[in-house]
Every structure is written in C-alpha cells, then in structure tokens.
C-alpha cells in the first residue's frame, strides 16, 4: 500500500515541486494551501506524514502542529521555515513537530528526509493478539513493548510521538549507559543534523513530561552534565 503524504504550503511552486517529486519517489500525495484546510484534512483522513510549511495563511504551522497534537493525532511532521530562525525551529519541535528543514531546499532532500521518517517511525502492522511477540522492557513503572508500538506507565497507556516512541526505546536498550547527544541525534533521528543537538533536549523534554514524577527531579532519563543523558531504574526506598 502506498504512503500517504499530506503537503502543507501556499506556494504553488512549492506544492508541484514536492507533489511530482514524492509521486515520482512512490507515494501517494494530497496537498493543502493553508493551515485551517490542512487541520480539517488531517482530521478527517489519516497520513503517514505530513510536510507542513510554517508560514501560512488561516493558521501558521505552529498552530496547526499543536491542534494536531492536542487532539492526539501523532502524525509525524517535517516543518519547512524559510527562516533560519532558532526561535522557530526550537517552538515547532516542542509543539510536537518531528523534523524540520529549511528552505530552500533540494526536493531531493526532502524525499531522503521523508523516507528516513517513515522508516524509523513506522508503526507494526496490526496483528491477532495472539500473534504478537511478547517482548517487553520494564524499567521501574514504565514497561516497553517494542514490537506492539506501546508503552505504558503504572499499567496506563501512554500517547508517544513517533520519535518520542523510537528515543525512549534507544535509551531503554542502552539501560544505564551515558549517550551523548551526537549518539542520540545519529541514532534516532539517522542522518547528520548539522551538529543541532538541541533536538534531542527537546524530545528528552517531551518524554521526562510524560514517565517523570517530578520534571524536576527526574528519576528515570538522568542528564550527565557535560557529557549527555543516560536512562536508569529508580532506586526505591523501602
């Protein structure tokens, strides 16, 4: 089956551009011309992912990226800013965006980014129950089924971003061991981004919110100053 690619920009250029590129890369693609238009198609059909462009008409990408995830859509997102603005590229990653790139770019660049999103996030076809690999990681109250796409907290399930999902999982198989941001970066995210490690504080941000007892005091993803972060099982006390 193809994926399905929703693009999200009010440059005409850009949209034809990126369609036959994508089309031509074997994907099947729908296009949108401004924020509130891209929010109602994402909402009513289900993408693989989506290139949503920050500057927009309606709604900016910023805003459509935090409706999409305040209503749980976890579709990954590669952000396009024609701004090399920090600022921005900082907010979109902690609004839930995946990736980002900045304009301008090769088409060829965005259909290797697209294909390295898709392969790292890509979610196990749904299968019986009974056929499912068991396999399961537990670190204090979180427990990791890496095959079934699920983790859970104290018996919950929790909601993970793809990325979110694909980090927690590298951390977990490297219990106890300090990894770099280069490490995390290369690993997860699987290309060289340009030496911007800040995309992992940001995701490490995201994942502290949601297993953490206290953000403040974390227990579980410990950060080794000046060296990087290394993932543990709380110690208790009787």
């Keep these: 089956m193809m994926q399905k690619i929703l693009i999200v ?7 034809t551009l990126l369609q036959f590129n994508l089309e031509q890369g074997g994907f099947k693609v729908t296009e949108a011309m401004d924020g509130k238009q891209a929010l109602e198609k994402a909402m009513k059909e289900e993408f693989d992912l989506i290139i949503l462009d920050l500057m ?11 409706a999409l995830r305040q209503n749980k859509i976890l579709t990954p997102i590669l952000m396009l800013t024609a701004k090399d603005d920090e600022f921005d590229k900082v907010l979109g990653l902690e609004l839930g965006a995946d990736d980002y790139l900045t304009k301008p770019f090769s088409p ?13 996030s890509h979610k196990p076809a749904e299968r019986p129950e009974a056929e499912r690999k068991t396999t399961k990681v537990t670190i204090g109250d979180v427990e990791v089924f890496p095959e079934n796409y699920e983790v859970f907290l104290r018996g919950e399930a929790l909601e993970l971003t793809p990325k979110e999902f694909e980090l927690l999982v590298y951390l977990t198989n490297n219990k106890g061991r300090v990894l770099t941001r280069d490490q995390l970066l290369n ?7 340009v030496g911007d490690t800040r995309i992992v504080d940001v995701h490490i941000s ?3 919110e949601k297993i953490e007892p206290n ?8 950060t080794i100053r000046g060296l990087g972060y290394k993932l543990e ?3 208790t006390h009787e």
């Design 206 to 208: 995201h994942l502290r």
């Design 233 to 235: 099982t709380p110690v």
């Design 56 to 66: 927009l008409p309606e709604m900016d990408g910023l805003e459509v990226c935090k």
């Design 187 to 193: 690993a997860v995210w699987n290309y060289e981004f």
């Design 9 to 15: 920009d009010d440059e005409e250029s850009i949209l």
């Design 215 to 222: 953000t403040k005091k974390p227990v579980y993803i410990k």
């Design 108 to 120: 060829r660049e965005v259909v290797a980014r697209v294909r390295a999103i898709l392969r790292r």
